[in-house]
C-alpha cells in the first residue's frame, strides 16, 4: 500500500464519523420526522440521494449499490411527494450541524480551520465515474463552519464510497455478495441484510455463488481466499481515493489529521461499533 493510500484509509476513519452524525444522531432523525418524512429510511433515502434531485429507483439502486432494488422502490420515486430535494438538502445539513454542536460543545465554535481544512482536501477532487461524489461536489458551499466541515465530510465519504463500489465490480461483486462476504468475515447475517432488504432467497443464492467460488465455506464464512479477495478491494478502493491526499502532502494530512481526530471521537460516541457502515473505531495516532 502507497504512503498516500494508507493516509486515505487513516482519513476515512476520521472524517466518515463525522459524516455518520446525520444516520446515528437523534437531531438528524428528529428533523426529517419534523419534515414528515416518518421511519428512518425514507429521511435516509430522501437525504442521501437528494443530491441527484428528484431521481427514482433504478439509479439509486445503482449508485448506492448494496441495497435490495425492492427496498430501494418502496422510497423512491414516492418520497419526491413528501419533500422536495433541496428541501432533504437543508433539513439533512441542519440535522448534522445541530448534533455537531451539541456533540462538540465550546469547540463547535472553533471549526472553521477544520472545515477550511478538509475543503482543501477536496479542491480539484477528480469525480470521474463517481456519481455520488460528483453530485456532492456541485453543490454550494456552505458557510457555517459546522455545515462547512458536515459537508466536506460527505464529499470525501462519497468519493470514496463510489471507488469502493467501483472495486467491487472490478472484483465481480454485486451488491449482495458485499454483504454476503462481509457477514462471513466481521459482521452477523441478522444486522446487514433486515438494513440492505434482500430476501433469504436472495441472500441464498448470492451465498451460494461465493461458496463456488471457493470464497465462503460451508458455514457462511470466509475462507482465505475470500479474504484475500475482499483485502484486495479494500486496498483498491483506498488507492482509489488517495488523490486527495497525495495532493495536500503528507505534511498537511497529517496535520489536518490532528484536527479532525478529536472530533471524530467525539461524534464517533453516536455511531454503534460494529456498524453497518463498516468504520471501524476512529484512529487517533
Excluded at 443530491?51 to 439502486?61: C, F, N, Q, R, S
Excluded at 497525495?246 to 471524530?264: M, Q, W
Amino acid at each position: 500500500m502507497s504512503d498516500a493510500a494508507g493516509a486515505a484509509r487513516r482519513m476515512w476513519t476520521l472524517f466518515e464519523p463525522v459524516h455518520g452524525v446525520t444516520y446515528f444522531s437523534a437531531e438528524a432523525r428528529a428533523g426529517f420526522e419534523q419534515a414528515g418524512l416518518r421511519g428512518f429510511w425514507r429521511g435516509y433515502f430522501a437525504g442521501r440521494a437528494a443530491p441527484l434531485g428528484p431521481v427514482g429507483p433504478a439509479l439509486v439502486t445503482a449508485s448506492f449499490y448494496n441495497f435490495a432494488p425492492t427496498m430501494v422502490a418502496r422510497a423512491l420515486p414516492g418520497v419526491w411527494d413528501l419533500i422536495t430535494p433541496e428541501d432533504a438538502l437543508a433539513v439533512r445539513s441542519a440535522g448534522a450541524v445541530a448534533a455537531l454542536r451539541r456533540l462538540l460543545g465550546e469547540r463547535a465554535a472553533g471549526l472553521t480551520a477544520l472545515a477550511n481544512g478538509l475543503l482543501r482536501a477536496t479542491d480539484g477532487l477528480d469525480c470521474s465515474g463517481r456519481v455520488l461524489a460528483a453530485a456532492n461536489a456541485a453543490l454550494p458551499v456552505a458557510v457555517e463552519p459546522a455545515a462547512r466541515l458536515w459537508q466536506a465530510a460527505t464529499l470525501l465519504r462519497e468519493h470514496r464510497g463510489d471507488g469502493h463500489s467501483a472495486a467491487l465490480l472490478a472484483a465481480g461483486i454485486d451488491g449482495c455478495e458485499a454483504l454476503v462476504l462481509k457477514a462471513g468475515l466481521d459482521l452477523s447475517r441478522e444486522i446487514l441484510q433486515p438494513i440492505r432488504g434482500w430476501s433469504d432467497e436472495e441472500w441464498d443464492r448470492a451465498a451460494g455463488r461465493l461458496a463456488g467460488r471457493g470464497w465462503l465455506d460451508g458455514d457462511g464464512r470466509v475462507t482465505p481466499e475470500g479474504a484475500a479477495v475482499r483485502q484486495a478491494v479494500e486496498d483498491t478502493t483506498d488507492q482509489a481515493a488517495a488523490r486527495p491526499w497525495a495532493r495536500l502532502g503528507p505534511a498537511a494530512t497529517e496535520e489536518l489529521a490532528g484536527l479532525v481526530a478529536p472530533v471524530a471521537r467525539a461524534c464517533a460516541t453516536e455511531l454503534p461499533f460494529p456498524n453497518p457502515v463498516g468504520v471501524p473505531a476512529p484512529v487517533t495516532r
